[in-house]
């Protein structure tokens, strides 16, 4: 079956220091792949996806993400967290051919003023 | 332009009783797709539509569970003699096509006492 894990349930972190979440896939063949953001009380929101090229994708508010395939990974990173980035991430993954959408089940990101 | 809506934003019911959630998406997005998050759970995916008909409906967690799509927009997902595990947010998202990142919306959160 396919399945999307994110490493950590909940990360804190202070103010400017670096982040890193955890995103692998469980199947092998060519992958859509995607991060969004909830913000607390808002809609998910797409922060960046990966469909071909590059595999080191940019986003919005300085997010990016690194896809491995040797190691199906798609890692989250931001070099300074804000306050503002209190959020939940989900990593999302989608298979080329098909049309059905699998999420992790999120990591919480608290950052600390 | 107008997002992904969703009606209503809160539903309170009685154990047995059905329900009927309704989701505007996007003008001009032919994919749509229905998600459930229980508290502290990923998204679980519960079925896709690509104009109107569903060729992924793998996700519904029993046949209390139907959904449909009319002219090739809005979609309603019914739940029949609600359960108390019924309880959860239920989103909806849609997509430009079946190729493309997803656009949430608020969400419905069902409450089954």
């Known amino acids: 079956a396919q399945s999307v894990s994110q490493h950590n349930h909940h990360v804190i972190l202070s103010e400017a220091a670096s982040l890193e979440l955890g995103c692998n896939y469980s199947?092998?063949?060519?992958?859509?792949l995607f991060w969004y953001v909830q913000y607390p009380g808002q809609h998910l929101q797409l922060l960046l996806k990966?469909?071909?090229?590059?595999?080191l994708v940019k986003g919005i508010k300085g997010f990016e993400a690194e896809f491995i395939k040797s190691k199906f990974s798609f890692n989250l990173r931001k070099p300074s967290v804000q306050w503002s980035d209190t959020a939940e991430y989900f990593c999302?993954?989608?298979?080329?051919?098909?049309?059905?959408?699998?999420f992790g089940p999120g990591t919480r990101l608290s950052v600390l003023p | 332009g107008a997002g992904v809506s969703q009606s209503p934003s809160n539903k309170v019911t009685e154990k047995g009783k059905d329900v009927e959630l309704r989701c505007d998406p996007i003008?001009?997005?032919?994919?749509l797709y229905w998600y459930r998050q229980s508290l502290g759970q990923g998204l679980e995916f519960l079925i896709y539509?690509?104009?109107?008909?569903?060729?992924?409906k793998s996700g519904l967690p029993s046949d209390r569970f139907s959904a449909e799509r009319t002219g090739g927009s809005v979609s309603t997902l019914t739940i029949q003699r609600t359960q108390q595990e019924d309880s959860a947010v239920y989103l909806c998202?849609?997509?430009?096509?079946?190729?493309?990142?997803?656009?949430f919306g608020p969400g419905t959160r069902l409450t089954v006492t």
């Open positions: 998202a849609s997509s430009l096509d079946g190729n493309y990142e997803q656009y």
């Open positions: 199947y092998g063949g060519t992958v859509n």
């Open positions: 990966y469909f071909s090229g590059d595999p």
């Open positions: 999302a993954v989608r298979r080329s051919y098909g049309q059905n959408f699998v």
């Open positions: 003008s001009g997005h032919t994919a």
């Open positions: 539509f690509q104009g109107n008909s569903a060729p992924d």
